[in-house]
């Protein structure tokens, strides 16, 4: 899934060992699978109204989740972002700006519904998320 590398980087795979509960061959998975992001703060990650184009693991960082240009919510290291949209199959449902610099990894829409698919704790975590914030936005 990398691009031109069978071998994870060792930071992304420490950094995952530290943030989750996933086996050692899942952590691999998802480090060779993803793109390092690394942003400053203010700059926008994901655009209200645009397709689900990616989702993105928050390595380090906090970002402001914004609809109508005001804050509803900030996420921090150790969140999934952009993934509602993919699982729902529908527009982005907010902006995501960063408050501070942020270090993402990067998944394209087809690598998160695979990686989803093939490791159940992923699949489950980002459906039990994607639930909880579409109750949310009905409240």
Do not use: C
Not at 57 to 67: A, C, F, H, P
């Amino acid at each position: 899934m990398r691009h031109g590398s069978d071998k994870p980087d060792k930071e992304v795979v420490d950094r995952l060992k530290e943030l989750t509960d996933l086996s050692d061959s899942d952590i691999n998975t998802v480090a060779k699978a993803g793109r390092v992001v690394h942003l400053p703060a203010g700059w926008g990650v994901i655009w209200e109204k645009t397709p689900a184009d990616a989702a993105y693991y928050i390595l380090d960082g906090e970002v402001s989740i914004q609809r109508n240009h005001e804050e509803i919510a900030t996420l921090g290291t150790g969140d999934f972002i952009g993934e509602v949209a993919i699982v729902n199959n529908q527009l982005r449902s907010a902006s995501v700006v960063a408050k501070t610099k942020v270090t993402l990894l990067n998944f394209s829409a087809d690598v998160a519904r695979e990686l989803a698919s093939s490791i159940p704790a992923i699949g489950e975590a980002v459906r039990a998320r994607a639930a909880q914030r579409l109750e949310a936005d009905k409240g």
